[in-house]
């Protein structure tokens, strides 16, 4: 503190904004993390250490999901703040870091705005270990969601996504929603398979939107982001004095009755829960926790895996009877890298989405990038994608230029983009000897080089990380050419 009122008196303080920030942060039990818009951490005070048993020394300058392997770009809360430059609040987080340590948080997420330009995350979190503090985390987010639910029943379904809203050119993706129109209307219960980023999101919605319950509760939950021990409590609500601090709630169930409840990453759920998951879904009646009387719900379910169904039911993960009654409709969507003609198509939608509100001209890919694009594994999918375009296009809007080049586009991608065309080249050339390979390599990563960078050969050998007399000698033994 005395330093504080030093600086509050004495303007020519020799203590910095900087570093009194650092006091203050440092000092208070909330956990602060900050992240750039590329994802990158560059901010972790000692709450956050505390909190999430890692080192600052550790964390800073490592991307997110590499810090934190439990998160991608579909459930990351910070890229939701990025994509949509709106703040996120009291979000419950259950989620593991590096060191495969589970931690439990209440997470709120603010945007740095900058000329209307988001250019990172500011992240608090709050420890949730202690009972106390998980019930009165547990109010809080009831009352978010009393408020969202609100919002929600006088939307009246209008604003949800329509079928038409899911974007793709493969024919038999495109049969599948087309048959969806119709199927939707039956009040069948729903299981969704796709990977992380398919868009099992979007398709629950559709099916809600186009069903007789449009005009009733989408209560949609991420089964991954609940704790464990508030499973019950959430989905089934809980009775005044039941435990210290419980309150007069409905669960998820009762606030969805008469419309729709959509289960994301149910096979993230302990198999314990399922069971009781089950009987409310083959009953229609739920029991709050500490109450004595059974609650009727009316509730049509979608539900969403990102694991083959059946392999989940082996592996003991997914009950065999909960997989039966909830796959009344079975959807499976394919990931994007079987859906070659989806990525071109897709990139081309994010841009133009995108354009009006980034303040754009018209802009396209280079074909350099396309063909990163086309040979990029996607991992993340349709989401993963989305958010590269997005980052690309900030980039580019720096430049004010029309085109997409591959310097505007994530490292990441290039150094993936690489790995893959090595292994493509070792496998291709299992018939040659060792030295033969190695030439063959050599060849194929100096091309590359050349490639990428317009065939300068001052850029190429940065890029490769040798001197420029050493590539010139390369360049003309090989015969490469496509040089400046």
Known sequence: MKEIKRYKSNKNSLISKEDLFDIIFNNIYVGIDIIDNRGNMIYYNKAMEELEGLNAEEVLGNFVFDVFPSFNYENSTMFKCIETGKPIYDNIQSYLNNKGEQIYAMVTNIPIVKDGEVE??????????????????????????DTVFKKEKEKKGVDFYNLQDFKTRNI??????????????YDYNVLL????????????????????RKNKPFIA???????ENLLESIFFGTVKGSFTGAENKPGLFELADGGTIFLDELNSLPIHPQAKLLRAIEEG??????GQEDIKVDVRVIASVNKEPLNLV??????????????????????????????LYLSGHFIKENSEFLDMKPIKLSSKVEDIFMNYPWMGN????KNVVIQSMIN?????????EVRHIPKHIISENKKRKMKKILKYNEDKNYEERIIEVEKKLISEALYMTDGNVSEAARLLKIKRQTLQYKIKKYEIENVE
């Open 172 to 185: 038999e993706l495109k049969r599948t929603i087309e048959r969806l129109e119709d199927v939707s209307k």
């Open 314 to 343: 082996y592996e003991k993960k997914l009950r065999e009877d909960l997989f039966y009654r909830i796959s009344q409709i079975y959807i499976e969507i394919p990931p994007l890298r079987t859906r070659k003609e989806d990525i």
């Open 396 to 404: 580019l809007k720096l430049e004010d230029g029309n085109e997409i």
């Open 382 to 385: 349709v989401r993963e994608l």
């Open 285 to 290: 009646y739920v029991r709050r926790v500490g």
């Open 120 to 145: 990172g995350v500011v992240e608090f979190a709050l420890d949730m270990d202690t009972i106390g503090n998980l019930y009165k985390t547990f109010n809080r987010w009831y009352s978010l969601k």
């Open 221 to 227: 939950q991420n089964c991954a982001a609940i704790p």
């Open 193 to 212: 398979f796709g990977e992380t980023g398919t868009g099992k999101e979007i398709l629950a919605q559709s099916i809600h939107n186009a069903s007789y």
